[in-house]
Structures are given as C-alpha cells and as structure tokens.
C-alpha cells in the first residue's frame, strides 16, 4: 500500500485555474503579446513558469520571457483579485491523511514563493514533509522533482502515488515508475488522463480517503 501521498497544488489541491488563466492573459496584456484564449492557458498549467511562456510564446526572446515571467507573477501574486479557494474537503481529507499515518508530499509547478505563501494563507503547510517547486528542480513531466521526494524520504517509487490533474503531473508519475491518481476537476479533462491509467479517477477530494481505506481494509 502506498505510505507517501505526493499532491500537486493547482487544480488538485486548489481551485486556482481561473486565477492562472487571468494572470497569464493580464501578463501578455501588458507586454503587447498575441491574446491568449482561456484553452491556451490552461495547458500550460503545471509546467514552471519558463517552460511555461515558452510553451505558450515558443519565439519569445530571453529577455521578453524574464519580463512575461516578472509580470505574470505580479498578476498572480498582487494584481488579479480573481478568487482562489481549496477545493471541497480538502482540510479536513489531508489531516485526516496525516492522523492515519500517511506521508503527504507536494510536487507543484509553482516558484518555491508562490508555494510558501499559499501553505501559509491555508495554514496547511505542517500536513506536507516534503515539498518540490518548479524553480529549484527540473520542470514537470520529467521525473526529477518526484525522485528528488523520493530520496529526501526515503521511500520507494512503489510506495507512493503521484496525485493530479493535468497530463505533466500523470507523465511525471509513469517516468518515476510510481502509481498515479487522475483529478477529473482540474485543468485538464480526465479523458486526456486515462491514457497513463491511473489507479483511480477522483472526482471530488474525500473521494482518495476512501479509496485509500478501502485499499488498507479500513472502510467499514
């Protein structure tokens, strides 16, 4: 059974789509940049920032990106007043989590600030041992940032399933060779992640307590 729980935050955690979409359209706004359509901003949800704009701007020129990057930031972070709020449960699932015994981690493709602010806005921060951010390891889908976890707590890829809601969150899962769980709610639509054929599709956030008890023989 699996021991380490590794979440990503937006759109897994947080229902924060709208909010990203917003920042990113704002930065492009202000830079002059080509409009982006909402679609076009939610693929990219889940990379760091750099892959990112580049994602969304491949001609984009270094020091154009330093100042989409500097702007989206501001938006996100000051300017947009686009609300954000966690989903449904999810206080009361992870301390549950974290009463069981669960080891909870997050991998997310927001900067090391962004995340330390939002842990400390939730006061959720105590629940996770472990947490990766886009700005200080490799950029999801590569598997850097789960086997950085995985060796900061000493567990193994068997041990621990990779939670999310966009493909970059499941591919990074399937490289780290570990188990992975599809959020249908988030950026990307749930049939874009069956592909990597996750142990469990969740639809709401208790949905993982349950599934996890009835795994552990504990659902009564």
């Keep these: 059974m699996y021991s380490l729980l590794i979440f990503d935050w937006d759109g897994t955690v947080i229902d924060s789509t709208a909010r ?23 693929e990219i949800i889940g990379l760091g920032l750099p892959e990112a704009i580049q994602a969304l701007y491949p001609d984009i020129d270094s ?3 330093v100042s989409m990057r500097e702007r989206y930031v501001y938006h996100y972070m000051e300017g947009d007043s686009t609300p954000t709020s966690l989903f449904p449960g999810v206080q009361k699932t992870l301390e549950s989590l974290h ?8 991998a997310t493709g927001k900067s090391r ?11 959720l921060g105590w629940l996770f041992e472990v947490t990766r951010c886009a700005d200080e390891t490799t950029s999801k889908p590569h598997p850097h940032m789960l086997e950085e976890i995985l060796a900061q707590s000493g567990v193994s890829s068997d041990n621990a399933v990779m939670i999310g809601d966009t493909e970059f969150d499941l591919k990074m899962g399937v490289q780290a060779g570990m ?4 959020v249908s ?18 639809y709401a956030f208790p949905e993982l307590e349950a599934w996890l008890d009835l795994q552990s023989g504990e659902a009564v």
Excluded: F, N
């Design 99 to 106: 009463k069981k015994g669960y080891r909870l981690a997050v």
């Design 63 to 65: 020091e154009l990106l």
């Design 113 to 123: 600030q962004g995340l330390d602010r939002v842990l400390a806005d939730t006061g």
């Design 179 to 182: 188990a992975t769980i599809a």
């Design 20 to 42: 990203i979409v917003s920042s990113m359209q704002s930065a492009a706004r202000d830079l002059g940049l080509r409009h982006l359509q909402d679609h076009e901003a939610r």
């Design 185 to 202: 709610y988030g950026a990307h639509h749930i049939d874009r992640l069956k592909q990597y054929k996750p142990v469990l599709e969740m």
